[in-house]
């Protein structure tokens, strides 16, 4: 088969690649989207099931200074209606809903009450959490200047962006300072183990202090797409099919040659290129470059950063439950906002998720179904639940008088992979999904989930496999350090470039710590812009040479 040529082809039609071939296809660039699944969006994608849309991926969206900038940039402004997406915070029958920064000094309280011995630990944290906050505030709460023609707009630049900088930079550094992890800093402001659990075990494991507390911060910040969170990636696409631009579904990159400047598909066929961006899962990249034809130099360079890669190891995944309940969504409405994390106990995971279950991955294949089904009902009585109610920021996404619901919890990729090899992953889904169920019947929503009429689920292994995302990481790697991703604000711009020639990455394993907004949009745009800017001068060059000659 010949092979297709595009100027610019693009490996992943997740948020990260649509943004990029979006300024690509708007550049005036040829552009081709080349996707594995069925449909756009990758780890963000809403679905309808029996009447109900349910959001697949992200619960909401956090603006970032970053979200509603970019989509005026794209004139999309208008075509996507974003609403306020308050979350409600609760541990056991206290339930606050975080609507300004008075409702986090309502949780304050609330923890207080929690632990009435340990109101001086209380108090500390929360003051590193206003701190925290004021900093993101600084960071997040100005429009990203890049979607800004700030070098044309003399006003912008001398009355907002130079003022704002300062004080930018310093919240960066402090953002930089605040990088151990947040169970270990927690440590030094209380010795009560239930306490830190219930501040932190929602977030991922070894989670940057700065990133974790600065979530109060995000809870305002959050926006909900009319129609669900998939709608930022329909508009993405439509914005790069009128542009002229093409999205080839269903198509799996199998081997990249940069010498030739060809990627071949699962189907044999193949396509050169211009320029290359890789916007998926870096481990797939270096599994199937083939140096063939490279410099010796260039080889080294690759296997040098491949060994990082393979030495990395995706972030902590999810177990998502998807219900459809007879019940109207004014019934959760009187107990909670559309976006919900919640603690059935305040005791905490403990060593639950930890040395418990380094035990039971320890046993490997010697561990027993009923060891196993014992640790998920443990699980679920104590973890911290993230729950979706899609129709509570829009009223069109459950069918008349029924509510769909996504609830769903950090689960252990290990655990899955074990019980999957042991061949009865459909059991345990089962007593994972009865154990969600019991535990939110018996606590946040009281005999409200009884008899779903819709019930399925996801589990880390669903993600891995459908988006080829290393171990089912939803946001990059583990917080693990060394990193194979960039991981400081001020070096994103380095985080797209690869050591294969003309090949350039983007999206959650470029960049750390990953998520929509920064990692996801940021580095696509970074991507575009590293590519027109140096076509820019090497036209410019060219020009020059010719001139001189
Ligand atoms: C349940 C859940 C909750 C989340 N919550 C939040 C949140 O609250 N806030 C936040 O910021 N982020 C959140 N995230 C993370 C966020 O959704 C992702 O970080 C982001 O969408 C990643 O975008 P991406 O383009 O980098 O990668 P992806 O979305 O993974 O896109 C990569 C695409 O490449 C495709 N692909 C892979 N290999 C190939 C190949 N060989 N050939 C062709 N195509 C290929 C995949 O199918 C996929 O479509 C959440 C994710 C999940 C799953």
């Not at 449909?39 to 109900?52: E, H, I, K, Q, V």
């Not at 659990?197 to 202090?209: A, G, L, S, W």
């Not at 194979?484 to 990455?505: F, G, H």
């Amino acid at each position: 088969m010949d092979a297709k040529h595009y100027e610019m082809l693009i490996v992943g039609a997740g948020l990260s690649g649509l943004t990029a071939a979006a300024y690509l296809s708007r550049a005036g660039y040829s552009v081709l989207v080349l996707e594995k699944t069925s449909a756009c969006g990758g780890l963000l994608n809403s679905f309808t099931r029996d009447g109900y849309v349910f959001d697949a991926g992200a619960r909401s969206i956090e603006n970032s200074g970053i979200i509603r900038p970019m989509l005026k940039d794209l004139g999309l402004e208008l075509e996507l209606e974003l609403v306020n997406s308050p979350v409600s915070i609760g541990v056991e029958s206290e339930v606050i809903d975080i609507e300004s920064k008075e409702s986090i000094d309502r949780y304050r309280q609330a923890l207080e009450t929690l632990y009435p011995d340990n109101v001086d630990d209380v108090r500390k944290i929360f003051r590193v959490i206003d701190k925290v906050y004021k900093k993101m505030h600084v960071i997040y709460g100005f429009e990203n200047p890049v979607f800004k023609n700030f070098k044309q707009d003399r006003k912008y630049l001398f009355t907002e962006l130079l003022p704002w900088l300062p004080s930018f930079l310093l919240a960066v550094s402090s953002m930089e300072r605040m990088n151990e992890p947040v169970e270990t800093y927690l440590r030094k402001l209380s010795t009560n183990q239930s306490l830190i659990d219930i501040v932190d075990q929602h977030f991922f494991k070894r989670t940057p202090t700065f990133f974790a507390l600065g979530y109060f911060y995000v809870y305002l910040d959050y926006l909900y797409p009319k129609g669900g969170t998939g709608m930022l990636a329909e508009k993405l696409k439509q914005k790069i099919l009128d542009n002229g631009g093409h999205i080839q579904l269903d198509t799996e990159v199998m081997a990249v040659r940069p010498a030739q400047k060809v990627v071949v598909d699962a189907k044999g066929q193949s396509y050169s290129y211009d320029k290359l961006l890789w916007c998926a899962d870096l481990k797939s990249l270096y599994r199937n470059v083939d140096t063939a034809g490279l410099g010796s130099d260039v080889v080294g360079e690759i296997a040098a950063q491949s060994d990082k890669v393979f030495a990395g190891r995706g972030g902590d995944s999810v177990f998502s439950l998807f219900l459809g309940v007879n019940q109207p969504t004014k019934a959760f409405a009187n107990i909670a906002k559309g976006h919900i994390f919640y603690t059935p106990s305040r005791q905490g995971l403990g060593e639950t998720h930890l040395s418990e279950l380094k035990l039971l991955l320890a046993k490997g294949k010697g561990a027993s179904k009923k060891e196993i089904f014992d640790w998920v009902a443990t699980y679920c009585a104590l973890t911290t639940y993230e729950i979706s109610i899609p129709s509570l920021r829009d009223a069109t996404l459950s069918p008349e008088g029924k509510t769909g619901l996504v609830v769903s919890f950090l689960l252990e990729y290990d655990l899955v992979r074990l019980v999957s090899d042991a061949g009865w992953l459909d059991e345990f889904k089962l007593c994972v999904e009865d154990g969600m169920i019991d535990t939110l019947n018996r606590s946040l929503f009281p005999g409200l989930l009884y008899e779903p009429e819709l019930r399925f689920s996801a589990s880390p292994l669903s993600l891995e496999r459908r988006f080829g995302s290393s171990e089912g990481g939803i946001t990059g790697w583990t917080f693990e350090l060394p990193s194979p991703a960039v991981n400081k604000l001020p070096k994103i711009p380095k985080s797209v470039t690869t050591p294969m020639p003309d090949v350039l990455q983007c999206g959650q394993w470029a960049y750390s710590p990953a998520g929509i907004p920064t990692a996801a949009i940021l580095t696509g745009w970074y991507a575009a812009d590293k590519i027109t800017t140096d076509a820019a001068k090497a036209a410019q060059q060219r020009s020059k040479v010719k001139k001189q000659g």
